[in-house]
Nanobody
Framework: QVQLVESGGGSVQVGGSLRLSCAASGRTFSSYAMGWFRQAPGKEREFVSA??????YYADSVMGRFTISGDNAKNTVYLQMNSLGPEDTAVYYC?????????????????WGQGTQVTVSS
């Protein structure tokens, strides 16, 4: 059974940093895309970042502030988030099993984690 477990969320002040982790079990995803999405209250789930065979992708809104990385040995993907602002407040979801194309689409991914809350306050 495939399971994605996110961790690292929490509450920070504006300008702070957090590092999210997504540990996958049940299968390896080194040949597939893994991504991070987020959903704020009342909004649709949106793409944040993805990694596919060491190629990284970012939404314009997080470019230069967030960094995605992966550890194939641990089957884990990380999202380092710096210079956080109130607009980054959301539940962050890890996704896995996507094809190398369409990494920005939620429909591209087969497996999803339960999400971790990130709250940025001033």
């Amino acid at each position: 059974q495939v399971q994605l477990v996110e961790s690292g969320g929490g509450s920070v002040q504006v300008g702070g940093s957090l590092r999210l982790s997504c540990a996958a079990s049940g299968r390896t995803f080194s040949s597939y895309a893994m991504g991070w999405f987020r959903q704020a209250p009342g909004k649709e789930r949106e793409f944040v970042s993805a990694i596919a065979r060491s190629v990284t992708y970012y939404a314009d809104s997080v470019m230069g502030r967030f960094t995605i990385s992966g550890d194939n040995a641990k089957n884990t993907v990380y999202l380092q988030m710096n210079s956080l602002g109130p607009e980054d407040t959301a539940v962050y979801y890890c996704a896995a099993g996507g094809s190398m194309g369409w990494v920005q689409s939620t429909n591209n991914y087969i497996y999803w984690g339960q999400g971790t809350q990130v709250t940025v306050s001033s």
